[in-house]
């Protein structure tokens, strides 16, 4: 299944900035460290109980938790690998994953956008490049996000670029 038109050629493909799903994976690596230092601190430190029982029963269900950490991890891969957004020479196009089996393709026409914004909020933000982008549409859907994007000045230029030749 393609989503582009017949003869429509692609001028950029944007993603999202890798340091959201830098920020998802650490908040889980980390979680993944918690039970066993709670194991390490409750039974053996303050209740002193040092059995192979409770070990194994630990280790188990500490391999349970694990397994739904590395699903979460596999999701948010997914996740940041499929969603893109593709500049054409005729339209903005979004391509989403939403969970494992939902995509939700939109499109906005070039000749359907009034104007583009760009928006950094936050330090880091503004020290990485990353930003999010406002299309202001004339249909019903008002506006257009593209979120989390590396270089969103050089996307807007990209943008008004393939409207101006577009026009042209």
């Known amino acids: ?77 997914t996740d940041y690998f499929v969603d893109s957004w593709l500049i054409t020479d005729s339209r903005v196009i979004d391509f989403e994953l939403k969970g494992l089996f939902h995509t939700d393709v939109a499109s906005v026409g070039l000749e359907n956008i009034q104007d583009v914004k760009v928006k950094l909020v936050g330090f880091i933000e503004h020290w990485l490049k990353i930003g999010d982008i406002y299309l202001q549409t004339a249909g019903n859907n008002k506006e257009f996000v593209i979120r989390g994007v590396c270089r969103p000045e050089e996307m807007k230029a990209k943008i008004f670029e393939a409207i101006h030749n577009l026009k042209t």
Do not use: D, Q
Not at 30 to 56: C, D, R
């Open 1 to 77: 299944m393609s989503i582009l038109l017949e003869n429509e050629k692609v001028i950029a493909e944007v993603k999202r900035h890798p340091f959201y799903f830098y920020v998802h994976i650490s908040g889980l690596v980390i979680a993944g460290f918690v039970p066993w230092f709670l194991y390490s601190i409750v039974f053996n430190i303050i209740l002193g109980i040092e059995s192979m029982n409770t070990l194994s029963f630990f280790i188990f269900c500490y391999s349970l938790f694990l397994i739904f950490i590395w699903s979460f991890i596999f999701i948010f891969w």
